[in-house]
């Protein structure tokens, strides 16, 4: 009996891969496609670019059946947010409440499913261990910024398993210091599926997609916290830290929550 259950709890789950990858794919290409074909015909646009990102990254929230809760308020826009980062999961549920662009590594670009759309978008590409690179994104950042549209950034510069935070990279905040703009710290944490969301170690994205999207059921908590103020601090490094300091806080805080 208990073989008989097992099985069938395989086929269940096996299934429920099918069916949302079938989904996510599918909305990915019709959202991108209908984006692609609105910028053919009126030319590409920085607000309408981050208002696809938007709808795009909802349509993928309802294929993979994922729960998104929010708490705090999810910044107008002409905001920095700062956000810890578990799995390429953490795009889809932040995209999916803010219009706004994200810093992604460049090769974000050749990846299947987000791919596509974010060469369309208008996602700033970093290129690792080039110093060309590093100057480009903080002007392209502060463009964003200056239009009155928001940057998405995973401070961390990689995933990791785990409820703390890696160290985090600098280069961004030396960029917005001094700026008169805010800086809104924002953590992101899963229940019902913290196992399968982590994407570490020598998983390949298909692999991992779909173990992901076998999960029986999944929640992501979004929290976006107080915004400080980039000229308000000393120094970069002073900024970075208070940042840090509050998502490690807010981390610590859902930890206790969920326990």
């Given at each position: 009996m208990d073989a008989f259950i097992g099985t069938l709890n395989t086929f269940r789950t096996a299934l429920r891969a099918a069916r949302r990858t079938i989904r996510v794919f599918g909305s990915s290409v019709g959202v991108t496609a209908l984006y692609g074909l609105q910028e053919l015909t009126s030319g590409f646009d920085h607000v309408a670019a981050s208002r696809w990102t938007r709808r795009w990254a909802t349509a993928l929230t309802r294929g993979f059946d994922l729960r998104v809760q929010v708490t705090g308020e999810p910044p107008a826009g002409g905001a920095l947010i700062v956000s810890n980062h578990r799995s390429y999961v953490d795009i889809i549920a932040l995209g999916s409440l803010v219009d706004a662009s994200f810093i992604a590594k460049s090769e974000l670009a050749r990846w299947p499913v987000l791919g596509p759309t974010f060469r369309l978008s208008n996602t700033i590409f970093v290129q690792r261990n080039a110093p060309q690179s590093g100057r480009r994104v903080r002007n392209q950042v502060e463009a964003m910024l200056r239009r009155g549209l928001s940057v998405i950034n995973f401070a961390e510069g990689t995933t990791h398993g785990g409820t703390g935070l890696l160290p985090f990279k600098p280069g961004l905040f030396r960029t917005v210091?001094?700026?008169?703009?805010?800086?809104?710290?924002?953590?992101?944490?899963?229940?019902?599926?913290?196992?399968?969301?982590?994407?570490?170690?020598?998983?390949?994205?298909?692999?991992?997609?779909?173990?992901?999207?076998?999960?029986?059921?999944?929640?992501?908590?979004?929290?976006?916290?107080?915004?400080?103020?980039?000229?308000?601090?000393?120094?970069?490094?002073?900024?970075?830290?208070?940042?840090?300091?509050?998502?490690?806080?807010?981390?610590?805080?859902?930890?206790?929550?969920?326990?």
């Open positions: 210091w001094g700026m008169d703009i805010p800086i809104v710290p924002t953590t992101v944490t899963y229940r019902g599926m913290e196992e399968r969301v982590e994407w570490i170690g020598d998983d390949t994205f298909f692999d991992h997609f779909l173990r992901l999207a076998g999960h029986s059921n999944g929640t992501a908590h979004v929290h976006f916290g107080q915004a400080l103020r980039a000229n308000d601090f000393a120094t970069p490094d002073e900024l970075m830290g208070e940042v840090r300091r509050r998502m490690l806080a807010d981390l610590r805080t859902r930890k206790t929550l969920e326990s």
